[in-house]
């Protein structure tokens, strides 16, 4: 069930009041423990680039995610006890050395006291179904006030689609590797 002292729908569009009708009372939406991190680790690997329709642009290590949880928030979906989302709030700092951030902030410079969002993931059976929106309420409302930065391919057209239904600002186009990625903002 989402836990709605975090995921305030008073303050929600109304985009994300009808995403979040959507959902179904047997998800839960909650900050990850390490207890998640198989789970995680497990939805991560069919949604990387390298598999065959795939969005996630850099494998992360159990020993990332958890370094990651104890700086920022990590919010999970779960439904039935197991992992069907995940989205992941990292310090621009610790990203510095990914190349395709680095020619993210290089397009696009980082305001004052920005965060990295994503990746967020959402496992296929759970697409639809308002959790991208939901996690992404419940990650700022940990981060009140603080902007933050993502990337999208810009193949991937339900994360496109996604994002902008969530209200994130398109910032423009940059390329890394030869392919084109899509910055956004909020």
């Not at 290089?106 to 305001?111: C, D, K, L, S, T």
């Not at 339900?158 to 910055?183: C, D, Q, W, Y």
Request: hydrophobic residues 45%.
């Amino acid at each position: 069930m989402v836990n709605t002292p975090f995921v305030r729908q008073n303050s929600l569009p109304p985009r994300f009041k009808l995403a979040l009708a959507q959902m179904t009372a047997d998800h839960d939406i909650a900050l990850a423990t390490p207890d998640d991190i198989p789970g995680i680790l497990a939805l991560q690997e069919p949604n990387l680039v390298e598999t065959v329709g795939g969005g996630i642009s850099v494998r992360q290590t159990a020993e990332w995610f958890e370094r990651t949880m104890r700086e920022m928030p990590l919010v999970v979906a779960r439904r039935g006890g197991k992992i069907v989302g995940y989205v992941v709030a990292t310090s621009l700092a610790a990203k510095s050395h990914v190349a395709i951030v680095q020619a993210m902030l290089q397009q696009f410079p980082a305001p004052p006291n920005c965060y990295s969002y994503g990746p967020v993931c959402v496992a296929e059976s759970e697409r639809g179904k308002g959790l991208a929106g939901a996690m992404f309420e419940r990650l700022r409302a940990q981060l009140p006030g603080r902007p933050a930065m993502t990337f999208v391919r810009a193949d991937n057209g339900p994360s496109l689609t996604a994002h902008r239904k969530m209200g994130m600002r398109e910032l423009g186009a940059f390329s890394n590797e030869g392919v084109t990625h899509i910055a956004f903002a909020y």
